[in-house]
């Protein structure tokens, strides 16, 4: 089980932080990611890490602003988002898979998925 929280209303070039607090023994073992969703889009990948955290990816859209991070003995990984702009507007959405390419959105489509995290930056 997955539950995402630490979303909220930010001004545009603010900063939040998520966190993504996973239950059971296994969470080491899944490649994780952030996808978001923005009402009348479609879900959008954001940032990925392998299990063990050594391999890193992000859409273009964020990188150089957000940073995905893990700590496997505390079961959560967190996303830092910087310089948040009103696009980035969004659910925000932690999954978990197994295998696959965790640096595409449709690998998650078959893996666990917590609760939504709604972030809105206000321009």
Not at 37 to 45: H, M, V
Not at 84 to 98: F, I, N, R, S
Request: with cysteine; proline share 2%.
């Amino acid at each position: 089980q997955l539950q995402a929280f630490g979303g909220g209303l930010v001004q545009t070039g603010g900063s939040l932080r998520l966190s993504c607090a996973a239950s059971g023994r296994l969470f080491s073992s899944y490649n994780m990611g952030w996808l978001r969703q923005a009402p009348g889009k479609e879900r959008e990948f954001v940032a990925g890490i392998k299990w063990s955290g050594a391999n890193i990816c992000y859409a273009d859209s964020v990188k150089g602003r957000f940073t995905i991070s893990r700590d496997n003995a505390k079961n959560t990984v967190y996303l830092q988002m910087n310089s948040l702009k009103p696009e980035d507007t969004a659910g925000y959405y932690c999954a978990a898979v197994g295998s696959g390419n965790y640096c595409r959105t449709h690998t998650f489509d078959t893996g666990y998925w917590g609760q939504g995290t709604q972030v809105t930056v206000s321009s």
